[in-house]
């Protein structure tokens, strides 16, 4: 009885002696807690794609134009 206690803690100390250093490298590696308990980013369908400050599109033939043009340098339609 004796001899299955002792040979379950030299187990138990040897997992400790192992897992422990390597738990301390991967959270070093890995960037820390954050990347450890890191949630996923949530998906959301709703949202609408924004157009960059300063662009638009033409009205007729969606291509990009710039904020201060008032003609459309693709289709030649006015941007007023």
Do not use: H
């Amino acid at each position: 009885m004796m001899m299955g206690a002792g040979l379950f803690f030299m187990v138990v100390i040897g997992l400790i002696v192992i897992a422990v250093p390597l738990l301390i490298v991967a959270l070093i590696a890995g960037g820390g807690q954050k990347a450890l308990f890191k949630t996923p980013p949530e998906s959301n369908d709703s949202q609408t794609f924004q157009e960059p400050a300063g662009k638009r599109k033409c009205p007729t033939c969606g291509r990009a134009v710039e904020m201060g043009w008032n003609v459309c340098p693709s289709c030649g339609q006015a941007l007023t």
